[in-house]
């Protein structure tokens, strides 16, 4: 998600394996290199992982044998009044403990105080700019297990509530029945991730966060109650079934399927939305000349109540507005199975190079990434226009209406790529963003190759433009700036500064390190698509992460989550010297490269002969676990005119003086 601007990163690299024919390797070179930073027994020390190792969790990376899992469902009644912005409800949620721990209390996450003037978020950023008297909590009642109602005590600080319980709910598959009624003023415009936006045809409603939420309970913090400050979200996974009631004018769209069609659209739109469910091209099932109709409307008075229902989900959100065209298309998933795409956005927005092709988007970031990694999970998948910018929640995003070309495509493929990163796999985005942002912003970059054959390739992002180098020489000017951030550290330590360059950049650009230079795809693909499917619906952990990419690779990756996770450090490979063999050139080249900074990569070493032809080496990581600097030996008959490390600029190497070497 980026709050304010479109999720648009790094340029894809072109995939190239390197074949390293006629080579052999000679012994260390005699001498150290000068000026270095690089001490082979710092970068390769043993890394000592975040989270330990335990019968919850294994050493493979893996869910342990006692591995458990809280699970919260959701039933939730709400209303809301356009006239005065107030959202009313009330939810019931089913809670299981799952844990070998009984609970006295709960926790739940009440982030609508986020906009209220004393929030704690209001003091650590200038977002928002206007503030509200956030949530009120009305009720709060326990059910036990002969359905009695009985009255909680309950205390808010800040965005959470603690909920004492009567009786204490008992460890190992204990549940009960939480009933909450709750209100609030939706935030104008300033609401960033929540909001009331004003469109020609009537204002837009963008709704999220906005019913009481179960905090997490897991095995490595027990209660996770981390503010809402301004990072996203850790939630517990179940399933919803919410109805939202508005007056007859206005258009629901929402987390997962509609329920009762019947009840809130015509006969024309009902008919329109099932041709849709079979058609690849997009289907209008509210045209823009239809927005100001009342028969567009299956009643003119009073008002509807739409019914929305998503299993094995982690939150949900909708859309409100009586200005929505809408259209969709079917999403074609793996083994035959089927979703819809949907968008809603005002007529404004509407046009061939903008939100008109907006579900083609949809349908084909969710083809790819199901094709790709894992199938999308839910039935339908819902894009809708506002001002929240770019934000995703499951099976619906709210994106920038204003956003055209191929800010919209990447903005569209990116919000819905978070499906898999963090609604799938639902790590902690609170604390690990890099988990959700720079995973997302790294499937990314290959959906954007795909797009009608690179329709709009290379993905750039923000600042990371043409003009200023590779994506790996942006990468190594980012890590020169001694106050960023590393990437493991509470998302919100992290500056808006360096959001987009530390935690989408730097983060994606580490797992295109690992695919395309470290491992290889053809050991990551498999292993990062097990690792999705083994903590599909589950919380992994950095440690987790780690462990299992170690694990289904066959690698050591201690030194590399060291220096590119835990430290920003820096590379500077260099070639020093270049000799013939004995003098003679028919003998080959002696080449001496050095390690002159903390990071180790493996690299190419290319030398390019008198005639153009030319030999890549392929310097393996392994070659600086004892040295500082090594002679590389390279087979050959002709007379040499250049070596070069690093040749494609794929390695973000800060020094480029020094990767060049002309022969005389």
């Known amino acids: 998600m980026n709050l304010f601007t479109p999720g648009r990163l790094a340029a894809a690299l072109t995939l190239f394996m390197l074949s390293a024919n006629g080579v052999s390797a000679a012994g260390p070179a005699a001498a150290d290199a000068t000026a270095s930073r690089f001490n082979p027994q710092q970068t390769f020390a043993p890394y000592a992982y975040p989270q330990p ?10 869910p342990g044998p006692l591995f458990w899992q809280n699970h919260a469902d959701y039933s939730i009644k709400a209303t809301l009044d356009p006239a005065s912005r107030k959202l009313s409800g009330s939810e019931i949620i089913t809670y299981t403990n799952h844990s070998p721990d009984a609970l006295d209390v709960l926790w739940l996450q009440v982030e609508q105080n986020r906009y209220r003037k004393d929030a704690r978020g209001a003091f650590s950023d200038s977002f928002p700019t206007e503030f509200t008297d956030g949530e009120t909590i009305e009720s709060v009642q326990v059910e036990d297990s002969a359905g009695k109602l009985q009255n909680a005590t309950w205390v808010i600080s800040d965005t959470r509530m603690q909920v004492r319980l009567p009786t204490t709910l008992k460890a190992r598959d204990g549940q009960l029945r939480l009933h909450i009624r709750w209100s609030y ?11 009331v936006n004003h469109s020609k045809n009537g204002d837009i409603f ?20 981390a503010p809402y400050l301004n990072s996203e979200f850790y939630l517990e996974y179940g399933d919803f079934d919410y109805s939202v009631t508005v007056p007859w004018d206005m258009i629901v769209t929402g987390s997962g399927e509609l329920l009762n069609p019947a009840d809130v659209l015509t006969a024309t739109e009902q008919q329109r939305l099932e041709q849709a469910r079979h058609s690849d091209t997009t289907v209008m099932i509210r045209t823009a000349e239809e927005v100001t109709q009342p028969s567009s409307r299956p009643k003119q008075n009073g008002t509807l109540t739409w019914h929305f229902r998503i299993q094995n989900s982690r939150d949900v959100a909708f859309g409100a507005s009586k200005a929505y065209v809408w259209d969709a298309a079917r999403i074609n998933l793996p083994a035959g199975k089927t979703a819809l795409a949907m968008s809603l956005y005002p007529v ?3 046009g061939d190079k903008a939100w008109s092709r907006a579900t083609e988007y949809l349908k084909a970031s969710t083809e790819y990434f199901s094709a790709q990694w894992f199938p999308y999970p839910w039935p339908v998948a819902v894009n809708e226009a506002g001002t929240a910018g770019g934000m995703e929640y499951p099976a619906i995003t709210f994106d920038d209406k204003t956003a055209s070309g191929s800010d919209l495509h990447a903005l569209i493929a990116h919000e819905i790529g978070h499906s898999w990163f963090p609604m799938i796999v639902g790590s902690n985005e609170r604390r690990d963003a890099w988990m959700d942002e720079g995973f997302n912003t790294f499937i990314d970059i290959y959906e954007a190759d795909h797009f009608h054959n690179g329709e709009y390739a290379p993905k750039r992002d923000g600042e990371y433009a043409p003009g200023k180098g590779t994506p790996a020489d942006q990468m190594a000017k980012v890590l020169t700036d001694t106050n960023a951030p590393p990437l493991l550290i509470g998302a919100d330590m992290v500056s808006e500064k360096y959001r987009h360059p530390i935690t989408y950049f730097k983060g994606a650009f580490g797992l295109q390190l690992l695919r395309e230079q ?3 795809p053809e050991r990551f693909d498999p292993a990062f698509r097990r690792y999705i499917a083994t903590w599909a619906y589950k919380h992994p952990s950095p440690s987790d992460f780690f462990r299992f990419m170690e694990s289904e690779t066959g690698e050591d990756l201690g030194w590399f989550w060291n220096a590119w996770y835990q430290h920003n450090w820096q590379l500077d490979l260099a070639v020093q010297k270049a000799v013939y063999a004995g003098g003679d050139f028919h003998k080959g ?62 390695l973000p190497d800060r ?9 005389k």
């Open 53 to 62: 190792a335990n019968a919850f969790r294994s050493a493979s990376g893996m």
């Open 185 to 195: 003023t939706v935030p104008g415009e300033f609401g960033g991730r929540t909001d």
């Open 348 to 350: 404004e927005s509407a």
């Open 589 to 650: 080249l002696d080449v001496t490269i050095a390690n002159l900074d903390q990071l180790a990569l493996p690299a190419t070493l290319e030398v390019i002969y008198d005639d153009g032809s030319k030999q890549d080496v392929r310097v393996p990581w392994e070659t600086w676990q004892q040295h500082r600097t090594y002679v590389v030996h390279v087979a050959g008959t002709r007379k040499v005119k250049s070596v070069t490390i690093d040749p494609e600029h794929v």
């Open 206 to 225: 963008e709704m999220a966060q906005w019913y009481p939420r179960l905090c997490v309970y897991d095995d490595l913090r027990g209660w996770d109650t």
């Open 518 to 520: 470290i491992i290889g």
């Open 655 to 663: 020094n480029r003086s020094n990767d060049v070497l002309m022969m």
